[in-house]
């Protein structure tokens, strides 16, 4: 199950679970939209794949209890800004490169 982490590890904006700029990975790092489109360049900086959108998890107990009532999102952030510089290097190497060809 999705951790939906609070907040974007880079900038440290507030991603409440409903949050339509929210972008995870594969490995469920998430950063915000804006990040993601600017100083990522899509390229996780952690594993080097790409983002998508993070799914939105129901409010409301809509069928079988698969809600955020019962399953919560996570309230422990993880706040480690990227070294631009760093990663602008690292990007490079991959961002021509398909997210799913990574």
Known sequence: MLELRPNCEHCNKDLPPAAPDARICTYECTFCASCVDGLLQNVCPNCGGGFV????????????????GNDPASAQRKHRPVDAAAHAQFAAQLRAIAPERR
């Open 53 to 68: 959108a993070r799914p939105v998890r129901p409010a409301r107990n809509w069928k079988g209890d698969n809600y955020l």
